[in-house]
């Protein structure tokens, strides 16, 4: 058995890092070629180190494109709110589900559990129609409000709170604390690490969303994104030493994010699982 895990464990590892190794490479081309001219990408040169280093491509996005700014802030405005909706909602759903014992409990987490069966294009022409009627396309509350929950994340924080101490509940009803009180007040402050984890995936999935408003927006200033980086390419040339600039601007958030609530990131992934 020793010798078993004494040849595997160098295997395993020269398999992960061939493996960052494919995953690295494109980033880093991608970010080389922000700092290139776009005859020197066209050309095929070898070599991630630009030949004639430039900024001109990042001053360039905001002047080629005057709403990449507005485009910014459409994507950051619609993924923060997006990520808080999912923090409060999912979380009060999992935590009814996990400690509330209410007429049709099961029934509830039953049909939930459905719903993560059902892949979410069945829901694009169905959803579409909805916001037209409403009147909400081309708009925030179009982008924002049909994201705010999120069945998958329900049921992540179902399964965190079924394994949270009972007996900090029970001292919390003990001072006269309801359901509410105790759940904002000691459950989901020592929630944080199934918080940082969904806070990341939650982040990320609209962030990087493009058939959404690619399906309910029109209207180019509402624009998030990766919606905007499409314009970059044309018919007949695509100006790729804007779309990779643009690209590295995309990617940045998403990296910051990640960063600041990584440490909790493991932790809230081997939390949720378990008991059932």
Not at 16 to 38: D, E, G, H, M
């Amino acid at each position: 058995m020793l010798e078993k895990a004494s040849w595997l464990t160098p295997v395993l590892y020269v398999i992960l890092i061939l493996y960052a190794i494919l995953t690295f490479v494109p980033f880093a081309w991608a970010l080389s070629a922000s700092f290139k001219p776009l005859s020197e990408i066209v050309s095929g040169a070898d070599g991630l180190i630009p030949q004639q280093f430039t900024l001109e491509n990042y001053q360039q996005i905001f002047i080629q494109e005057p709403l990449f700014g507005r485009w910014l802030f459409n994507s950051i405005f619609v993924a923060v709110c997006v990520t808080l909706g999912n923090l409060i909602f999912n979380s009060m759903a999992g935590y009814a589900l996990a400690r509330i014992r209410f007429p049709g409990n099961q029934i509830f987490f039953f049909l939930i559990l459905a719903v993560l069966m059902v892949p979410g294009q069945v829901t694009l022409i169905p959803t579409f129609l909805i916001l037209k009627s409403l009147g909400w396309l081309n708009s925030y509350q179009g982008l924002i409000v049909p994201s705010i929950v999120n069945a998958t994340f329900i049921f992540m924080m179902r399964q965190f709170f079924i394994n949270f101490p009972k007996e900090l509940e029970e001292a919390a009803a003990l001072d006269g604390l309801g359901y509410l009180e105790t759940f904002f007040q000691i459950v989901l402050p020592l929630a944080k690490p199934a918080l940082a984890a969904q806070a990341i995936f939650i982040f990320m999935g609209s962030w990087n969303n493009f058939l959404t408003p690619l399906l309910i927006l029109s209207e180019t200033e509402m624009f998030t994104l990766p919606l905007g980086l499409n314009t970059f390419k044309g018919q007949y040339i695509s100006y790729w030493n804007y779309i990779m600039a643009a690209s590295m601007m995309f990617t940045l958030p998403a990296l910051l994010i990640y960063a600041f609530f990584n440490r909790y990131f493991i932790r809230g992934v081997t939390f949720t699982g378990s008991k059932g």
